[in-house]
């Protein structure tokens, strides 16, 4: 641990030798099955007619809601959302059914031709909308500490404002996939890409009236999740399996870059309202605060997703007296999913607006005005859900990155340019990152996992955990080597399996390594300490003394080769196997109440970033950006140094270029790359500097390390945070800055008042 190793499948990857679902060799028999879709938005759905893709050469079914064998709802946790549309059609994309022909072409071509028989019916596209109707996934959420009215009626000064949020494309390598294989005595094999195993265990047995134990679910490797694939990827799954029970043969279900645009959940777009009370240095005293996330259809993961959104609306400020309000909206749109941060970042990007705006309107510096409102150190250090934050470092990170960014220069240097220019203009901004680390449904904080020991010195490793391109199979061998005191190289871990590791957690919420990692030193543990009793009682000394490393086994009296002792160990009968199990220590949550301990600790970070606005087109570009990230002691740092860069990018794009427009009929109008724009690589700034913060985790976490997967995403506030700096740059009047994201050439155009602001607006 602590060494920079390539992720162990980067060579297969670049050769192209490492396999993915669609890489697999197909079973003889296989068909394949494309996705039959509404083109309405909401609707009655009186029946479908087939006829025409039924006469088609190679077409060999249909397949509909009454095809399913068990529950026609998914096994979700709302229970809200059907396997294929029942009577009801609700938004355009959603999946009626499916065709299964000979081949992929044969299929999507019939597919098309299938026609539904619906009435259209009033479809909510909105946010507003929905909150005009009341018209919810789950109940809304309150938290409250304090008085708010109270403190907001003496603070000194106050504000209101505004604020949209757009959602985002997960834009996966990888598109969403599965392969299901009809098994013998009633059994199934599914590949499936999936974050979530278990998940998509549980709903293809639920979908199949049969036992869990009936299927086995296996993933060796993603090409990209971010969370579209922790329950989404459980609908091709499911349709999947239903197809191959209808048709008797193995069915493999790949939607093409449009249908997945089509059918599947975004980040959630939010929309904001606040009223904030501060003081003249900036420190907030009061704050109400509506969050309105659009759920689309049906609920999904939009209840913990808006309350991750509730928990980090605070983000590394003490806020005392606070309401909060949190409404899950439902509209005939996709349903919104999980994405890397989880609703974390729609609360950062929040109260980094609410600040933004404070500063302004006190002609302050904003990097004051946020230091003024961080969490103390053994005071004001209670978070509005009542845990205490333990572990803040950016005290000491702040002003450390302030300096190596030289950011008071630059600021100076800017203001100088500003003055000289009337057409482009720059901005800059630091902004820090405190996230929570832990599912906030206490359960899921658990992990198994195998360490097997071969007799020829070899391990094979296999835990719950999903690679996606994280690095996380990378990380947890090396701890078992480290554990076992071997060389890396002896160590493999192996495809994620529902049939090795049962129940095991969605690779989700940064703690994949935290939890996996964890439960794999624990079972090679259990091997080392049977190796340790077996050597010691050859050589007569205590289990304590026997030293494991760099491929030897050392005791007081001998120094022996790792193999040789397995052989030994072996031929004495000693288990060379175990098994290792975690689970999360200090957590405790109130769902009911919104309060606790949710999260085993925080990862931090800050990012300083400079941008140039061109003022009569609103193109903009990331000029620099220096990030100093706390990762705790880093298992392989230039895994977590590529986790930072790529979190921010993501971050980037879904701040500035990455917009989803649905038109008025309730269609999504960027569903492809032509008009859906992730960043590329002519968008990295051309100064992007990453350093790790020189700390262990102060939480007794494996190896000393942190979370390192989504805290990064929300570092790229700060690009957003200086574009309003550099639209604030155009006047002199201290008014607030209105930039709806993404900071698009449209909406930035809008926010200098080059644009009607009601010209476009998007349906999210």
Not at 379 to 397: A, G, K, S
Not at 701 to 715: D, R
Request: glycine share 10%; with cysteine; aromatic share 8%.
């Amino acid at each position: 641990m602590g060494q920079p190793h390539p992720h162990e499948s980067a060579r297969a990857q670049v050769t192209g030798n490492a396999s993915y679902i669609d890489d697999l060799p197909e079973v003889r028999g296989t068909l394949y099955a494309a996705p039959i879709l509404s083109r309405i938005a909401h609707g009655h759905l009186h029946g479908v007619d087939a006829s025409a893709a039924l006469q088609l050469p190679g077409v060999r079914s249909v397949v509909l809601a009454a095809d399913v064998p068990g529950d026609r709802l998914l096994a979700a946790f709302a229970h809200d959302e059907p396997v294929f549309a029942i009577d009801r059609v609700e938004y355009a994309g959603q999946v009626i059914g499916l065709v299964v022909a000979d081949s992929v072409e044969q299929a999507r071509r019939a597919a098309r031709l299938v026609r539904a028989d619906t009435t259209p019916l009033p479809a909510v596209l909105n946010v507003q909308q929905a909150l005009a109707q009341q018209n919810y996934v789950l109940p809304p959420v309150f938290v409250r500490r304090g008085d708010a009215a109270a403190a907001l009626a003496r603070a000194p000064h106050r504000l209101r404002g505004q604020l949209e949020v757009g959602g985002q494309e997960h834009f996966y390598l990888e598109g969403q996939i599965a392969y299901a294989l009809p098994q013998e005595q009633g059994q199934w094999l599914i590949h499936s890409s999936t974050q979530h195993p278990g998940e998509v265990q549980h709903w293809v047995a639920h979908a199949l009236a049969v036992d869990n134990h009936a299927v086995r679910v296996e993933c060796r490797r993603m090409g990209g999740g971010f969370g579209g694939k922790e329950t989404q990827a459980g609908h091709l799954a499911v349709w999947a399996a239903v197809a191959a029970r209808k048709v008797g043969r193995p069915v493999k279900l790949r939607l093409d870059r449009d249908d997945d645009f089509l059918i599947t959940g975004k980040r959630h777009p939010f929309a904001y309202d606040w009223e904030v009370g501060f003081d003249d240095a900036g420190r907030i005293q009061g704050l109400k605060l509506r969050m309105a996330a659009n759920c689309g259809f049906s609920a999904d993961l939009s209840g913990p997703v808006a309350d991750r959104a509730v928990f980090h609306c605070d983000n590394a400020y003490f806020l005392q007296d606070v309401e909060i309000a949190s409404y899950r909206c439902k509209t005939n749109t996709q349903s919104h999913t999980a994405f890397r941060g989880f609703g974390g970042p729609q609360g950062v990007i929040a109260i980094e607006t609410i600040l933004g705006d404070i500063a302004r309107a006190l002609g302050r510096d904003a990097l004051d005005v946020r230091m003024a409102n961080l969490y103390g150190l053994g005071e004001r250090n209670i978070t509005h859900y009542q845990m205490p934050v333990e572990d803040n470092i950016l005290h000491d990170l702040l002003p450390k990155l302030e300096l190596s960014a030289q950011y008071r220069q630059r600021k100076e240097a800017i203001s100088a340019w500003n003055a000289r220019n009337t057409v482009l203009k720059r901005g800059i901004a630091i902004t820090p990152v405190k996230f929570g680390i832990s599912f906030t449904a206490t359960l899921f904080n658990q992990a198994g996992a195998l360490v097997h020991v071969y007799t020829d010195g070899s391990v094979q490793v296999n835990h719950g955990g999903i690679e996606m391109g994280q690095g996380l199979h990378t990380k947890v061998a090396q701890i078992v080597a480290d554990e076992l005191g071997v060389p890396l190289a002896r160590v493999l871990v192996t495809a994620s399996d529902t049939s090795k590791v049962p129940n095991a957690s969605a690779t989700a919420a940064s703690a994949g390594t935290d939890l996996n990692g964890r439960a794999a030193q624990f079972a090679a543990r259990n091997v080392r300490a049977n190796l340790a009793a077996f050597v010691c009682g050859l050589d007569g000394c205590g289990a304590g003394e026997i030293q494991f490393q760099g491929g030897q086994v050392i005791s007081p009296k001998a120094v022996r080769a790792w193999s040789d002792v397995v052989q030994q160990a072996y031929a004495n009968r000693i288990q060379l196997w175990s098994d290792g199990f975690y689970r999360t220590p200090k957590i405790h949550y109130d769902k009911t109440t919104l309060t606790g301990r949710p999260f085993y600790y925080f990862a931090y970070g800050a990012a300083c970033c400079e941008v140039a606005l061109d003022t009569l087109t609103g193109e903009s570009r990331v000029l620099a950006v220096d990030i100093l990230h706390d990762v705790g002691q880093s298992i392989n740092p230039a895994i977590d140094i590529g986790q930072i860069e790529g979190g921010f990018i993501q971050g980037m794009g879904w701040l500035t270029t990455e917009q989803l427009v649905w038109n008025e009929q309730g269609q999504l109008a960027t569903h492809a790359p032509s008009t859906y724009k992730i960043p590329a690589t002519g968008d990295v700034p051309a100064r992007f500097r990453v350093a790790l913060w020189p700390e262990a985790n102060r939480e007794d976490n494996v190896g000393g390390s942190k979370a390192v997967g989504e805290p990064p995403f929300m570092l790229a506030v700060a690009v957003y945070e200086a574009l309003r700096d550099a639209v604030a740059a155009t006047r002199a009047d201290g008014a607030c800055v209105h930039l709806t994201a993404p900071a698009t050439a449209e909406n930035l155009l809008r926010a200098l008042g080059r644009l009607d602001t009601a010209a476009g607006r998007e349906g999210g």
